[in-house]
């Protein structure tokens, strides 16, 4: 029976995660459709960044981290893209506290 709750706790979390993390609990139109395609689409960014955190960013302190953590640390940092022919670049600053972890995370993808 605990191995129940212990799921049931983990699944509660992920919702938390859901909600907390990416603002999914917000239902601003008085549209069911709206809503529910709005919820549609914080689920389905909720599964790239899952994906990404445990693919990309597997053997790093971030592959453990919450989707919230994840976000800031990732998402909302500053870089400078730099557009080539052929190919995208993406720098840090030089003391960036995660550009190791970026730099192996981004030759994971390509």
Same mark, same amino acid.
């Given at each position: 029976?605990?191995? $129940?709750?212990?799921?049931?706790?983990?699944? %509660?979390?992920?919702?938390? /995660?859901?909600?907390?993390? +990416?603002?999914?609990?917000?239902?601003?139109?008085?549209? $069911? &459709? *709206?809503?529910? $395609?709005? +919820?549609?689409?914080?689920?389905?960014?909720?599964?790239? +960044? +899952?994906?990404?955190?445990?693919?990309?960013?597997?053997?790093?302190?971030?592959?453990? &981290?919450?989707?919230?953590?994840?976000?800031?640390?990732? =998402?909302?940092? *500053?870089? !400078? =893209?730099? /557009? $080539?022919?052929?190919?995208?670049?993406? %720098?840090?600053?030089?003391?960036?506290?995660? !550009?190791?972890?970026?730099?192996?995370?981004? !030759?994971?993808?390509?």
């Amino acid at each position: 029976m605990s191995g $129940f709750y212990c799921k049931r706790g983990d699944c %509660e979390l992920y919702i938390k /995660e859901l909600k907390n993390g +990416l603002g999914a609990d917000r239902m601003s139109c008085a549209n $069911f &459709a *709206a809503n529910q $395609f709005r +919820l549609f689409m914080h689920a389905a960014a909720y599964v790239l +960044l +899952l994906e990404t955190k445990q693919i990309l960013f597997r053997g790093c302190e971030l592959s453990h &981290a919450t989707i919230s953590t994840f976000r800031e640390k990732v =998402i909302l940092t *500053a870089v !400078r =893209i730099k /557009e $080539f022919k052929t190919k995208i670049k993406v %720098e840090f600053v030089r003391d960036h506290p995660i !550009r190791a972890m970026m730099r192996m995370a981004l !030759r994971k993808a390509s």
